[in-house]
């Protein structure tokens, strides 16, 4: 059962209207784009293949092994309900809280609920993997209380799965969609510690305090650049491309310290996620221009507490976009890709 309490805190609007925030697929397109580092970041591994990824040749890939699994799991009925054409308008629908079909994890048969629990568990790292948990469980009850769907067929080179839910979209796509991080746009948070200064018990405040880490080792002049007073709508992350305008101090301009302060939050964010994901994801930004492309901005609207502890901020660059809100909890909207 889901408590529908848990799932509408008072003061978050774009959690309190689970619809407010879907987009329409023209609306997604211009939004957000066709789809989202430098040396030495993380590892990039050229040439690996990836399941569904080469039209229809899986590898040894276990999220969309599994995906695949619970494809071929279901009945009429659950297809009916669950299943849908590669291109359908669901698949490029983002919002904080919303269901992308109606049932719950929760009404699959218990061999499939392992399955789906075996695809998560495959899209996240070990760490990730826990803290999603505990995030799902504060926020909505548990994994069972959240939503899926599957796009396209496995084999045929355009296969999806995916997951909704209160502060959760999150993909298995094999690679079907080309030079894409994730599958495409992504969604993380959680509401635990609401409007308190320092979120207490939230699992993703980490990653705000070591932002802050880059914003006190800048200086005066560095600070007027990189601070702005209110932040743009948490679900524009449209890519612009090497012709766009970004907010914040670009990264180019810090000294190498300072880049290595940056290059640490880069890496803290992507943790929590599979490496393959993770390298196509730095891939993808490297072929951007890398971290000397990006632009970081922090805010001073909702800052809790005011203790200039900036609770929101944003990395940007032409083929990377990750604006995190920590106030009056934590979303965060992220977009890597391929500017088409």
Request: proline share 5%.
């Amino acid at each position: 059962m889901i408590d529908p309490k848990r799932n509408v805190p008072s003061d978050c609007p774009n959690c309190r209207d689970p619809e407010g925030l879907d987009f329409s697929r023209r609306d997604f397109v211009r939004r957000v784009g066709g789809a989202a580092l430098v040396g030495g970041l993380l590892p990039v591994i050229g040439g690996k293949a990836h399941a569904f990824g080469d039209k229809g040749k899986a590898t040894e890939r276990a999220a969309e092994t599994a995906a695949k699994r619970l494809f071929e799991s279901l009945n009429d009925e659950q297809r009916k309900n669950l299943c849908f054409p590669f291109d359908h308008e669901l698949r490029t629908r983002i919002s904080a809280n919303w269901a992308i079909t109606k049932p719950h994890v929760s009404d699959l048969k218990s061999d499939q609920q392992e399955l789906v629990r075996e695809i998560f568990k495959g899209v996240t790292s070990p760490d990730g993997y826990e803290r999603f948990l505990t995030q799902m469980d504060e926020d909505s009850g548990g994994l069972e209380t959240y939503h899926i769907a599957l796009f396209g067929e496995p084999g045929s080179g355009q296969f999806e799965f995916e997951m909704t839910g209160r502060h959760v979209t999150i993909r298995a796509d094999g690679d079907s969609t080309e030079g894409t991080a994730f599958g495409g746009p992504v969604i993380y948070g959680h509401g635990t510690g609401d409007s308190e200064k320092g979120l207490p018990g939230n699992v993703f405040y980490y990653q705000t305090q070591q932002a802050n880490e880059v914003f006190k080792a800048l200086d005066g002049k560095q600070r007027e650049k990189a601070l702005a007073k209110k932040a743009p709508e948490e679900s524009s992350v449209a890519l612009q491309g090497t012709s766009g305008s970004f907010p914040g101090i670009g990264v180019g301009e810090l000294s190498p310290d300072q880049k290595g302060l940056v290059e640490k939050v880069i890496k803290i964010i992507l943790a929590p996620y599979r490496e393959d994901d993770v390298e196509e994801a730095v891939a993808i930004m490297k072929a951007g221009g890398g971290l000397d492309a990006l632009h970081m901005a922090f805010y001073e609207a909702d800052d809790i507490g005011d203790d200039q502890v900036w609770d929101i901020w944003r990395l940007e660059g032409p083929t990377f976009v990750w604006h995190f809100r920590g106030a009056p909890h934590v979303h965060a909207y992220v977009n890597i890709a391929k500017k088409s």
